[in-house]
């Protein structure tokens, strides 16, 4: 079909039910609006939140962990590790080795909870207890410096 042709036939097509043309063109819009929306809402996110959380320029080292580390059989591990059937835990020493390395420019020791923890509070705010599980991670308070925040 010549491009001539198709012109009109379209023409024709828009001339006879303008209605659905419309809603057509308007929905086809919405949607690529949508879309560009949320792509850019999660670059966004990406750059602003991903980087603090996982920053590129840092490096977290955790020692080897076994399927037994898990739960209520942590204390096997452990226990294995200790007899020499484990992973190296990662002592003083070995932090001590990390800080000798001359391309490191800071080491700081960091807990993770490894047990669910509830805060609740609110009654003053808003009138009942709101209860909430935390996220906790415990850092060094040298790491989180002027110098070191974003």
């Known amino acids: 079909m010549k491009a001539q042709k198709l012109a009109r036939f379209i023409g024709k097509n828009v001339a006879r039910a303008p209605r659905p043309f419309a ?3 308007f929905g ?7 879309l560009s ?3 850019a809402l999660s670059l966004g996110m990406q750059r602003r939140v991903l980087s603090r ?4 320029d840092r ?3 955790v020692p080897a962990r076994t399927s037994l580390d898990q739960g209520a059989l942590g204390a096997l591990d452990t226990i294995g590790s200790l007899l020499g059937g484990g992973p190296p835990p990662l002592t003083e020493a070995a932090i001590a080795t990390l800080r000798g390395h001359p391309d490191v420019a800071a080491v700081y020791p960091r807990m993770k909870v490894a047990f669910p923890v509830r805060g609740w509070g609110g009654e003053k705010l808003i009138g009942r207890t709101i209860y909430v599980e935390l996220i906790i991670d415990g850092v060094d308070p040298q790491a989180v410096t002027e110098n070191t925040a974003p």
């Open 23 to 25: 809603l057509s063109v």
């Open 28 to 34: 086809i819009t919405v949607g690529i609006a949508a």
């Open 37 to 39: 929306f949320f792509l």
């Open 53 to 56: 959380i996982f920053p590129a």
């Open 59 to 61: 490096l977290e080292v």
